[in-house]
């Protein structure tokens, strides 16, 4: 079974960084669509930044500060996350589609990003 596992999050100060790794199993990632999304408490569920071979999409509110990328050799994808502010705060979600069978669809456990001083 294809799994996903996010590391990374934590508790920052405003105006601190942070990476966060989706590590993939069991499958080649490079045959995928690689997705963050997050959620807030009390808020719907929203997408922040998607890779797709080479192609990038940022969310409007944090183009500029987060970056997403891949390694495709260590099966991982990360978003480097800059300048947070505490609105940046929710459980991260990390999501891989198959570019092709797009009914593949494959979702991670979460981690949390607390961004407070």
């Known amino acids: 079974q294809v799994q996903l596992v996010e590391s990374g999050g934590g508790l920052v100060q405003p105006g601190g960084s942070l990476r966060l790794s989706c590590a993939v199993n069991?499958?080649?990632?490079?045959?995928?669509?690689v997705a963050w999304h997050r959620q807030a408490p009390g808020k719907q569920r929203e997408l922040v930044a998607t890779?797709?071979?080479?192609?990038?999409t940022y969310l409007d509110s944090v183009k500029g500060r987060f970056t997403i990328s891949r390694d495709n050799a260590k099966n991982t994808v990360y978003l480097q996350m800059n300048s947070l502010k505490p609105e940046d705060t929710a459980v991260y979600y990390c999501n891989a589609r198959h570019v092709i069978f797009m009914s593949i669809n494959y979702w991670g456990q979460g981690t949390q990003v607390t961004v407070s001083s």
């Open positions: 890779i797709s071979r080479g192609t990038t």
């Open positions: 069991k499958t080649n990632l490079s045959i995928y669509t």
